[in-house]
């Protein structure tokens, strides 16, 4: 299926695919201050529809994860990793896709903090 999402001012704009089996929600310092619900996806299965320069991008602990914001509104609507496999991957944040229905969506908690 494909959703389309955004930040709350629709300046960082993307389109996503992929079956939401669940979501994860994370203690860390960050995804606790987000209250982000995250979406693992291939970053191949994302596509940004804002061009990459009126993104900001915020890194911090190891400096792997590239947290994508609007520097406008200062949502986080996704992040860019890769997996321990190598490949690149997106953390959608499900709260800033379009008509979705949070409440049907497992969700799984993953505890960051210790990590």
């Not at 999402?5 to 994370?26: K, L, N, P, Q």
């Not at 996806?41 to 990459?52: D, F, G």
């Not at 520097?71 to 690149?88: F, K, L, M, R």
């Amino acid at each position: 299926m494909k959703y389309e999402g955004s930040c709350h001012c629709g300046r960082v704009r993307f389109e996503v695919e992929g079956d939401i089996a669940s979501a994860m929600s994370c203690n860390c310092s960050m995804c606790q201050r987000k209250a982000a619900l995250m979406w693992f996806v291939p970053r191949s299965a994302m596509r940004l529809l804002t061009p990459e320069q009126d993104l900001g991008t915020y890194t911090f602990n190891k400096h792997v994860i590239k947290h994508r914001f609007c520097p406008n509104c200062g949502i986080h609507p996704y992040g860019e990793g890769a997996q321990p496999s190598g490949e690149a991957m997106a953390a959608i944040n499900l709260r800033c896709i379009d008509g979705l229905d949070l409440a049907s969506i497992p969700v799984k908690h993953f505890d960051g903090r210790s990590i």
